[in-house]
């Protein structure tokens, strides 16, 4: 008995080491971003994309009313989908519009997710070369979604008169700037504290976890599920770990490709196949925790589902296209 409890404790404590020793540099990366990201913020740069706002919806051929949940899915994609579901509500939308403005809203995800996600996370975690070009995969998909918006828009929406656009408030894009650059510091640093609390505690019980699934095996069983497209592509084995963990936590994938990549154990290409390799994996998963139980709560069963099925089918085929032609021409 008391051997068993000194192997858990021993396993927990080398556990727990591993996973400070992984993190710790990360974080500090994510925090420096995500306060030079929330510096910019409060500078007012939201205001700035309200031309683009209006470009995007006559490009897509969508009602004037759809710029403002557009705009505020900067900010919140679910408030600006319950601004959707209210004007549909009110039979101000017809469900053609609210699901192309939906899908609108998600193709300027990276928009946002550059400084919240993109800039803190993958680069950090990645390097520049490899990170800039899965950031542009994911760019692909956004591009998509957006094509697929302004095709079906333009073919089964009736044309429109644009001349008098809604006036969106200021408030929407950005907080007051604080008088001076002290203050502006310490008003930054006040808006991450919380967002930076909650990713460091779910990024240590994340990674703890993980690390403790690895010690215990689980993911050199997990991984024999990946040998046959390991050894057709020709990849190392030694990516099937970060390949593994990639598909239950993303953050954890890149950095332990990251780390691979510094070490100079794996090539960069075998990386950036092994990402989107990982994605195609993830994509489905994410999709039906996260993304399907929020479309159906805010859209109902029907045009929620049809919302969910559409993003996840786009998505995935930007990532596999992008797996083709990797693989076909630049192998």
């Known amino acids: 008995m008391d051997i068993l409890i000194y192997e858990i404790f021993s396993l927990f404590l080398k556990t727990g080491i591993e996973t400070l020793k992984f993190i710790c540099p990360i974080l500090l990366l994510i925090f420096i971003s995500l306060f030079l990201c929330q510096i910019f913020i409060q500078l007012g740069l939201f205001k700035k994309l309200e031309p683009l706002g209006k470009i995007m919806t006559k490009l897509a051929n969508l009602p004037p009313q759809i710029m403002v949940p557009f705009i505020v899915s900067l900010g919140s994609h679910v408030a600006a989908n319950t601004i959707l579901q209210n004007l549909r509500e009110n039979q101000e939308l017809t469900d053609r519009e609210v699901l192309l403005g939906s899908i609108l809203n998600s193709s300027i995800g990276p928009l946002k997710e550059t400084f919240t996600y993109h800039l803190p996370i993958i680069l950090p975690a990645l390097g520049l070369k490899i990170g800039s070009f899965y950031i542009l995969t994911l760019w692909f998909g956004s591009f998509l979604l957006f094509l697929f918006v302004v095709i079906t828009g333009r073919i089964l929406l009736p044309k429109r008169d644009y001349n008098n656009f809604i006036k969106l408030p200021e408030n929407l894009f950005y907080e007051k700037i604080p008088k001076n650059f002290k203050?502006?510091?310490?008003?930054?640093?006040?808006?991450?504290?919380?967002?930076?609390?909650?990713?460091?505690?779910?990024?240590?019980?994340?990674?703890?976890?993980?690390f403790l699934l690895s010690n215990l095996g689980f993911f050199k069983k997990l991984g024999k599920l990946f040998f046959p497209i390991i050894n057709w592509i020709h990849l190392s084995p030694k990516v099937i770990p970060a390949l593994s963990t990639f598909i239950f936590s993303p953050i954890i994938g890149y950095a332990s490709l990251g780390s691979l990549l510094q070490k100079g154990e794996i090539m960069d290409k075998e990386a950036f196949i092994a990402l989107l390799i990982g994605s195609i994996f993830m994509l489905p998963i994410i999709y039906l925790r996260l993304y399907f139980p929020q479309w159906i709560a805010i859209f109902g069963l029907r045009l929620g589902l049809l919302r969910g099925i559409i993003s996840l089918n786009l998505i995935l085929f930007s990532r596999i296209l992008v797996l083709i032609a990797f693989l076909t021409f630049i192998r």
């Open 183 to 210: 203050n502006l510091l310490i008003s930054a640093f006040k808006k991450i504290l919380k967002i930076y609390k909650r990713i460091s505690i779910l990024f240590f019980t994340t990674t703890f976890s993980v």
